[in-house]
């Protein structure tokens, strides 16, 4: 079987290493790929947006598979356009990536369905919402939560602590329109104190099959401090996330999502990522993605024990029922690398040292932006690398983890010295 992946961050270099493990996989492709994807796939030189040129390419390399990493094409209809040509992928259509495309959407699906989710309000109008903002500050001490509609590259949220961050926030999204289109309308949001954890399941339209969990670090700096990024390191499973919290998501939450589509005629075929609180009143879903989580998905798949690409083959059959997942009894930490200046601005181009060090430590060390200029191993974006090791438990899966971050170097390089801390 020769598979493609499409994307080029650390997520797909996690999907082209354990699709590559499988034995059925002959030869495996990225499209883009980065400088690590290249030693376990060919990388072809086709953009993300390129929807013609990968089902032209998909042709030319005779792909049985295209799985898809980023959201983005899956919204602009990637996968309608390869299922027209009779090719097989893993990723939901354009209208079922709306759970991601639109906010708005999402939330009206949820409330009709009684899909427990956070008390909302949708605005299409600045004024308006700038007065509902002032309404809730004058009447509510707690933070107010703020999303662009449409697809904003994870940036599209926003937590307001006071009404000028309120106003500020629905001025930078619906006047100035920072996102583009994807700011025409906004959700106000309440804003919900828990723990917060990610459960992705796999689904063929039907059945769902749910992935061990995993909780990520947002903010930039330690002690959870400093900006929102991509996610700047992650672990799994999730104690916090008991059988009890992981079986009310997958029956309560993410079934009844897959069955309100299905009403509405749409399928859900590929991997659904469910962002969830864990409140005092019991679990709320805060948001659902289309595709794998960055970095979730490069904790999850080596605890995988089950062929990847069974699985994957099987819900784009829809026989998804067929297949048992088996786990490895470890746990997996991340511990992302990035260039100095993330998320805000940074320098690339910077020579790296050490992977092989580290990876000659056991460690799993997956690319997101580096590249290769003039032979040389070079940062290529913010989040350059996630370093993931296992352990028989936390304290070994941590210690594993920043043993091998410590042989690698590049210049201005910044990382997260608490991820795992939470669980140790």
């Known amino acids: 079987m020769r598979v493609l992946v499409v994307g080029g961050g650390g997520r797909e270099h996690a999907l082209a290493w354990k699709i590559n493990r499988s034995p059925r996989v002959s030869k495996v492709f990225c499209a883009p790929g980065n400088a690590g994807t290249a030693s376990v796939a060919e990388n072809l030189p086709v953009k993300v947006s390129d929807l013609k040129g990968i089902t032209s390419a998909c042709r030319e390399h005779n792909i049985h598979l295209v799985v898809v990493g980023p959201e983005s094409p899956l919204i602009a209809g990637l996968a309608d356009m390869l299922e027209a040509e009779g090719i097989p992928v893993f990723g939901p259509s354009a209208s079922a990536a709306r759970l991601e495309g639109s906010k708005v959407f999402t939330k009206e699906l949820l409330e009709s369905y009684g899909i427990p989710t956070a008390g909302f309000r949708v605005f299409d109008d600045p004024t308006k919402a700038c007065m509902a903002a002032r309404h809730h500050f004058c009447c509510d001490g707690s933070p107010l939560v703020i999303k662009a509609d449409g697809e904003a590259a994870g940036k599209g949220v926003i937590i307001a602590e006071d009404e000028t961050e309120a106003v500020q926030a629905i001025d930078s999204i619906m006047v100035k329109r920072i996102f583009g289109e994807s700011g025409s309308r906004v959700v106000l949001e309440d804003y919900l104190e828990g723990e917060e954890a990610s459960i992705m399941a796999v689904v063929d339209g039907e059945c769902v099959k749910g992935l061990l969990p995993a909780q990520d670090y947002k903010r930039a700096l330690d002690r959870d401090e400093g900006p929102n990024t991509g996610g700047m390191g992650c672990y799994s499973p999730v104690p916090a996330v008991t059988q009890e919290i992981y ?9 009844p999502t897959i069955a309100a589509l299905a009403e509405k005629g749409i399928r859900y075929r590929g991997v659904l990522y469910a962002g969830i609180m864990i409140t005092a009143d019991g679990v709320k879903l805060l948001e659902y993605n289309c595709r794998f989580g960055d970095p979730e998905t490069q904790v999850v798949l080596p605890l995988m024990e089950t062929d990847l690409v069974d699985v994957m083959e099987a ?31 940074y320098e690339i181009g910077k020579p790296i040292r050490g992977i092989a060090e580290a990876e000659a430590e056991g460690a799993l060390v997956f690319h997101a932006g580096t590249a290769v200029r003039d032979g040389v191993l070079v940062t290529s974006g913010g989040r350059v690398l996630g370093v993931t090791a296992l352990g028989s438990n936390f304290s070994e899966a941590v210690k594993n983890a920043y043993r091998a971050v410590g042989f690698i170097e590049f210049e201005g390089m910044h990382f997260r010295k608490d991820i795992g801390a939470r669980v140790l």
């Open 247 to 255: 079986n009310f998501t997958i029956e309560q939450i993410i079934k």
């Open 315 to 345: 819900t784009v059959e829809g026989r998804l029922d067929e297949i048992t997942l088996k786990w490895y009894n470890k746990k997996a930490v991340c511990v992302v690398m990035a260039s100095g200046g993330y998320p805000g601005d």
